[in-house]
Every structure is written in structure tokens, then in C-alpha cells.
């Protein structure tokens, strides 16, 4: 293979991945967090579409391959201690999140509460009920 | 103390960490990704001043103690399984990253190359040189 700067400056964790961050190309909305070991970076670099390594089910997580809500890699920056990377996406479907908000991040912190963004792309309970 | 659902919703990893991310509130550009133990989480809420734990030097580090450069705390995002936290904060000194760019996030992956961007808020050879 040639050479390619991305993987050469990637810094892989002890467990072999490195944090992925996508972020919405347009608005700047942060979507999700999740993490990427070296099988599923070339993956992604090659297909050109965000896949995961899930450490909970330990296994190739092509995001949106069955609900067809993939997210399409339109920018890719690393950070300068090279263990994070940041993809900026096209979030098709609408939604990053299982629960069907656009984002993971639904949450907001307010006074020792958590307070829930109202707006939804999809009511999941319709998708997977 | 009382309740705080956002201390009680974090999951921390096998080392007590959990990642903190750090975006501009007001252009979106993410800024940096470190991360928290319970104890600097609790000092950032109290603080309000992004408080980290470094990973490398293993101590507490309020970001920008030294410099000025301090990080204040906007608004405060979990995500959907508790694993990362999401910060929009006001970036004191205009760059977050040691280089001098805004973001650390400042190298951007192209054709197998890396090209880093030109501009920087200041020369880190005349602040730390």
C-alpha cells in the first residue's frame, strides 16, 4: 500500500482504537462520539462512509447499514496528539441517534438536571416498535 | 450533595475516565477532545472553567491555568449512553491547541497527505520559545 500520512500519525490506544468524532458538515452539530480501531479506519478512508468498531457487540459497525442512515465522509482531520479524529458528514436520514434525535448529544445540563431536547427527526418507537 | 444527574448518568471507563469535548459556542469549530475523571468533572461544573485530567502527566489540569487561556463553560451535552460529555465553552486567548491554532484539530486529511492549516491565533515560538 502507499503511503498514507493519516494512519501513519494515528495513535491507537492500548484496546487499538482511537476516538471518532462526527460532526454535522453543514451546521457544525456535533453527532456523535464512538470509536474506530485500524480494520475500520481503512474501512472508512476506502468506502468513503463512517464505520465504527462497537465496543459492546466487539464487531464491525457500519453505521446506518441497515436502517440505510449512513453518514457520508465529506471532511477527515486528526487532532495534534493524534489520538482523536474528527469527520465532518452528511448525516443521511436525518438522525444520528437511536433514539431519533440528530444528535447523541440530546441532553442538556441545567442545573443538576438534564433536560432533553424536544425536537426528534423520528419517533423510534415507529422504526423499531 | 444533592442530586446532579449529570454526575449520576456519566459512565466512566475502566480508568475513570470519561471524554470531554470542547466546541466554540459560538462558531461550532470544535476546539479539542481530553478527558474527566469524576473529580475534574466536579471542579468544572463548580468552577465552570474546563478542568481536564491528563492522561500523560496523570494530574489535574485546568486548561490555560498558566497562560490565561482558559476555556469557560457555556453549556454542558451527554450523550445518548453516557460515555462522552459535550462542552460549548468560550476559549479565552482565541486558540485552544499548544501550536497555536484555534483548534487542535487543525490538520485536515487530503489525498492521503495531511495538510495543516495556515492560520494560527499565535507563533507558539515567541509565547513558549
Known amino acids: ?25 453543514e451546521t457544525g452539530e456535533i453527532l456523535m462520539l464512538a470509536w474506530m480501531n485500524r480494520d ?3 474501512r472508512t478512508l476506502e468506502k468513503n462512509v463512517m464505520t465504527y468498531w462497537s465496543r459492546s457487540r466487539q464487531e464491525i459497525w457500519v453505521k446506518g447499514q441497515s436502517s440505510g442512515h449512513i453518514q457520508e465522509v465529506m471532511e477527515i482531520r486528526i487532532d495534534c ?8 458528514v452528511k448525516q443521511h436520514g436525518g438522525a444520528a441517534c437511536h433514539t431519533g434525535h440528530k ?20 419517533d423510534p418507537d415507529e422504526v423499531y416498535g
Open 103 to 122: 444528535s447523541c448529544f440530546h441532553r442538556r445540563y441545567e442545573h443538576a438536571r438534564l433536560v432533553t431536547d424536544s425536537e426528534r427527526v423520528f
Open 1 to 25: 500500500m502507499d503511503r498514507n500520512e493519516l494512519l501513519e500519525q494515528v495513535k491507537f490506544d492500548p484496546d487499538g482504537l482511537v476516538a471518532a468524532l462526527a460532526q454535522d458538515h
Open 81 to 88: 496528539d493524534g489520538d482523536a479524529l474528527l469527520f465532518k
Open 40 to 42: 475500520t479506519l481503512q
